[in-house]
């Protein structure tokens, strides 16, 4: 699949990724698929455990599948997680009711029971998973592949799951870089031989969400956040020159500039808190730009969500643009209210 670019696209998101403005955006949504859906809730009973559930092409497919059927998205998201790639090194994982479980890694002890050999027998039934979303889906409809970016994904190892303060993985990188540096370069090589595997298998676009870069300060974001997406993307061009990376940088807030200029990413996507004039102002020109509805606005409806949806629209409908959520859809957004914003998003409007 390497080699020259080919003729642009005739799906839209690809499209937009490649510099064109539409005058309809193309759109999907973080999360598009999952718990505020009937059909899904219904799925996922099949499989209680959440990772065998990841895991299972036929079941990860469908999941993959359910929000384009009944919203007409302009892409899919592969159904996975971003941990899948801890527990294909070697790290124990496990979901409960208050988010994913891991055992802790101790520092250098903890890296070298990690192996990058087994990361592509693990994940095969990931690339399954593209490849049979990607035969099902419309002609016009692309397929996203994903990964977490290495800093994010390193957090969820250090800390055995979620953290409020980041105290263990921030200490670990302050307090000896160079030992937290080769955990980083075993994520970086991993996410991205995984990444190029959902591309041989059928992925049209790859995003990386690095959902926790906003803890950082500019130092540490520099090299946790920004110099190990560069080597991803590096990578990933050399091999696949003509699939674009979107990288979401969560959080990041000024430094998403340094992000979209430094990353070697071909879109950003914007987190809810980032400025529409700053977006349009400061990265629209650089590249194509993606998000950023508020989540709540779409459990909200009424007035309130189509006024966000015009204004965005009108913002930075003037550019390259993906429109998209801030960050992931919420278990209680009522479906209705996507089908609304799918109405809203066909309309036509003016752009000056």
Known sequence: MTGAKSEPSAKPLLRALAGGRLSRPPWWLMRQAGRYLPEYRA??????????????????????????????????????????????LGQKLAFGDDGPLL????????????RLKRVASSLEPVCETVRRSRAALPSETALIGFAGSPWTVATYMVEGGGSRDFQRVKGWAYRDPAGFQALIDLLTEATTDYLSAQIAAGAEVVQLFDSWAGVLPEESFERWVIMPTRRITARLRERFPAVPVIGFPR???????RYALESGVDAVSLDTGVPKGFARERLQPRLAVQGNLDPILLIAGGEALERAVTELRVALGGGPYVFNLGYGVLPQTPPENVATLARLLAEPIDID
């Open 43 to 88: 799925l996922r009973a099949q499989a209680p455990d959440f990772v065998e559930f990841c895991l299972n092409p036929a079941l990860a497919t469908e999941a993959t599948l359910q929000p384009v059927r009944r919203f007409g998205m302009d892409a899919a998201i592969l159904f996975a997680d971003i941990l899948l790639v801890p527990q294909a």
């Open 103 to 114: 055992e802790p890694i101790e520092e250098a002890a903890g890296i070298s029971r990690l």
């Open 251 to 257: 959080g990041a807030g000024l430094l998403y500039e």
